[in-house]
């Protein structure tokens, strides 16, 4: 018998090591004192769950789970099992032995006070493939021990590769000796919650049962607002009904993701070997949070920028690695073309298209499907510019999908949803050539399998890719969100009325601009974007490199003492070394000379101004504070403020800064005092003024925001001379300006003058109230005092 034992031990022994490889979240892991009492505490009784566990225990330096715990003479097991169920009582009545264990341990801990045992929960995943929903009906007696083990032993061979264990943080048993509550109602309360627990991580990791795509097909032809429609169309139109219905199920088809857990495996593995061979490292910040919060029960929704077709694949790549279940991702239906249409399916898309307008029918399927899938707790990722930005700033937000997501919470409010904002950038993007080509006035080529071929084959060219970055912003509660800005929503829980509610589209206005503020506070600044907004605002765009390491080191000094938000990152590298990379990705030239070494362009113009326009937000008011000191020479601290809060409403509006009026003061104050400590500016009593002896540095700076105040000058020059002027008039009229400006000058037209570009200015000045309003008559003359002071630019009108 024990022969028998040895060598079963040892053949799972085997598995385990050839077929294995553990990784473990979260990375906290290391906090854990080593030789302290620790009992694990799993969910279901598994002998090659416990090996796994000893295996990973061995890495960590923590103690044996196999082993008992000797005290007194005394051995305890080091392990104890939850049996999971539903039911709260029958939950109790099984795990009696469990209660008699830990009760165990509490009085023993009671007559050793230098005891502390630490209970460490233990969660393990051998693959990650969601559950099919099974009929209520259905029950599962017939399948014994042997049946089971085989299943295991199969389960480890074939994706055993993906095996996940989840420490969670540890419980002192101490805390509930010294309770003076009935000691067995705690412990029955501590595993029921440690149970809870356990199911939380597994559906944030796994997700939700899967539901076959015909039997969701059914539901959804079976819900209220369809059935509706469907008679409506068939009124209208005098269809038979089985027509309607099969147009309808075809835009269900249209629509639908097909998600296949074992393509997301193939996919995962040939995304490492592209990514390790595309990207020196991706950069993820701010995952903890949103880990934490996803262990929480609560519903995910992923709210990226979107800069490129890769933002798709790599972002999921690494939810995916962080330990959490793969989002259902809105695509356009401009990659609904086999293979890709097809591919991203099988990963986990749903496809959406450009608009509504005009097919109420698709609408309807359409929300009704988003719903659906929320409700069931799929986390979510969409895009909320809508499509990626070819000019490198973020776009006006995209407000449908949203509105829907607020929907779905009015019909079912049993778990919060939480909006994620997502930061993504890379220090080379693959499409920012065609881009440029598209701002310049070539038109847009849709997406096809030669285009595709096509970036494959510039991928295998391409060497110097550098990092990608993906930056996790501060999450947004939508029921608090609500709860503070929307006190009579409430009111409308479970509305099944055909309007919205009279506050829900200004609501996702403002909850769109609140998350595109805080995608933008969670900006991820690279060496390129560095390099390139200090090139682009030198004369010649060439820069001594002694000059140019000079001003990086000024900037990370900068962001070190007043950084632009807590979510915010910038290169920890030296001056140099970040120069160095920059170059490395051959948009940057080092040209040698006898008298100094020049840093110069290596790409186009139009190419760089994409990377300088990622992080021009985060210059804006150092830049307007030096271009403020130095055109007014000498100026107190409370002027500056002034003089920036008059244009600080536009400059937020269209850069989505995050600072609001009473935090914009504060952070002004900072960076003046960041400047003195810099000997940038000198301050003598009250009076500051620029130090001569940094102005090469200063001159810099100040040139950052010079675009954005051309641009502003032009448009509130005419709205000076004619307030009562429309949009479009307004926009043709700044468009022959700035031609006719720049006719006879080497100025470079795409940088802010671009038709995007200026139709997000005239309709940020729109929004807040600049055009065809007699009351903005003061503002609008305030502005254009302090922006011909600060430009000195010639309007003829």
């Known amino acids: 018998m024990i022969h028998k034992y040895n060598i079963y031990n040892g053949i799972i022994n085997l598995l385990l090591n050839i077929c294995i490889n553990i990784k473990t979240l979260p990375k906290y892991l290391n906090k854990i004192k080593k030789k302290q009492k620790i009992i694990y505490i799993l969910q279901k009784k598994s002998k090659i769950d416990l090996l796994i566990l000893k295996k990973q225990c061995y890495k960590q330096k923590l103690p044996d789970p196999t082993e008992s715990i000797k005290i007194n003479n005394k051995k305890i097991p080091r392990c104890i099992f939850i049996n999971n169920t539903n039911n709260k009582f029958l939950f109790y009545i099984k795990n009696k032995k469990n209660i008699e264990l830990i009760n165990k341990y509490i009085k023993l801990e009671k007559k050793n006070f230098n005891l502390n045992f630490k209970i460490l929960p233990i969660l393990i995943f051998i693959g990650r493939k969601p559950k099919y929903k099974k009929n209520k009906n259905y029950k599962n007696k017939n399948i014994t021990k042997t049946i089971k083990i085989i299943k295991k032993i199969l389960q480890i061979i074939w994706i055993g590769k993906e095996t996940f264990i989840i420490f969670s943080k540890e419980i002192s048993l101490k805390n509930i000796s010294l309770k003076n509550i009935s000691k067995r109602l705690l412990i029955k309360k501590l595993i029921y919650k440690i149970n809870t627990n356990f199911n939380k991580q597994k559906f944030a990791t796994i997700g939700p049962n899967i539901i076959k795509r015909n039997k969701l097909f059914k539901k959804i032809l079976k819900s209220k607002t369809i059935k509706k429609k469907i008679n409506k169309e068939i009124k209208k139109k005098n269809k038979k009904q089985k027509k309607i219905k099969s147009f309808t199920l075809s835009i269900i088809k249209e629509i639908a993701t097909n998600f296949s857990y074992e393509m997301i495996r193939i996919v995962n593995r040939i995304m490492k070997i592209i990514w390790n061979k595309t990207f020196d490292k991706i950069i993820i910040n701010g995952n903890k949070k949103i880990c934490k919060l996803a262990y929480k029960g609560n519903k995910i929704i992923y709210l990226p920028c979107h800069k490129s077709h890769i933002d798709y694949l790599i972002l999921s790549y690494a939810i995916y690695h962080q ?127 030669l285009q595709i071929l096509k970036g494959i084959k510039n991928i295998k060219n391409m060497k110097n890719f550098g990092n990608s970055y993906i930056n996790f912003g501060e999450p947004l509660n939508l029921i608090k969100y609500l709860n503070k800005n929307v006190k009579e929503w409430k009111q409308n829980l479970n509305f099944s009325k055909s309007k919205n509610p009279n506050w829900l589209i200004p609501t996702a206005k403002n909850i769109a601009n609140n998350i595109m503020n805080r995608i933008n506070a969670a900006v991820a600044a690279n060496s390129t974007n560095l390099c390139a907004i200090i090139l682009l605002s030198v004369k010649k765009y060439q820069i001594n490199k002694i000059k140019m390491i000079e001003q990086i080191k000024c900037y990370i000094k900068l962001f070190k003492t007043v950084p632009y938000s807590k979510y915010f990152t910038f290169p920890k590298e030296s001056a140099k070394k970040i120069l160095n990379k920059a170059i490395k990705t051959n948009k940057f030239r080092l040209k040698k000379n006898k008298n100094c070494d020049l840093i110069t362009l290596n790409e186009n113009i139009n190419i760089l101004n994409y990377y300088k326009n990622n992080i021009q937000h985060i210059f804006i008011i150092p830049s307007l504070i030096i271009k403020i000191i130095q055109k007014y020479k000498k100026i107190k601290k409370k002027e500056i403020i002034d003089k920036i809060n008059i244009i600080y409403p536009i400059l937020k509006n269209e850069f989505y800064l995050y600072l609001n009026k009473k935090k914009i003061n504060k952070f002004i104050i900072y960076i003046i005092k960041e400047f003195i400590n810099q000997k940038l500016i000198i301050q003598k009593k009250l009076i500051i003024y620029i130090n001569k002896k940094r102005n090469n540095q200063t001159k810099i700076l100040s040139t950052h925001i010079n675009d954005i105040l051309k641009k502003y000058i032009t448009i509130i020059s005419i709205l000076k001379l004619k307030p009562n002027i429309n949009t479009i008039d307004l926009y043709n009229k700044s468009k022959i300006l700035i031609n006719y400006q720049n006719k006879n000058k080497k100025i470079n037209k795409f940088k802010l003058y671009n038709k995007q570009t200026l139709l997000s200015s005239l309709k940020t000045l729109k929004e807040i109230g600049y055009i065809k309003n007699k009351k903005y008559k003061e503002k609008i003359k305030n502005t254009y005092n302090l922006l011909n002071k600060l430009i000195k630019k010639k309007i003829n009108l």
């Open 323 to 449: 330990g959490l279940s793969i989002p259902y991702i809105a695509a356009g239906t401009n990659l609904n073309f086999w293979p890709i249409g097809y591919l991203f399916r099988k990963l986990g898309a749903f496809f959406i298209r450009r608009t509504f307008i005009g097919n109420k029918l698709y609408s309807i399927i359409f929300k009704e499907y988003l719903i659906k899938l929320i409700k069931r707790g799929h986390s979510i990722e969409y895009f909320i510019e809508g499509s990626r930005s070819r000019t490198g700033y973020l776009l006006k937000p995209k407000t449908g999908i949203l509105t829907i997501t607020i929907k779905s919470l009015l019909k079912n409010i049993n778990k919060p949803i939480i909006l994620v904002p997502i930061y993504i950038n890379y220090d080379h993007i693959m499409e920012v050539k065609t881009y440029t080509k598209e701002m310049s006035g070539h038109l847009k080529k849709n997406e096809n399998i």
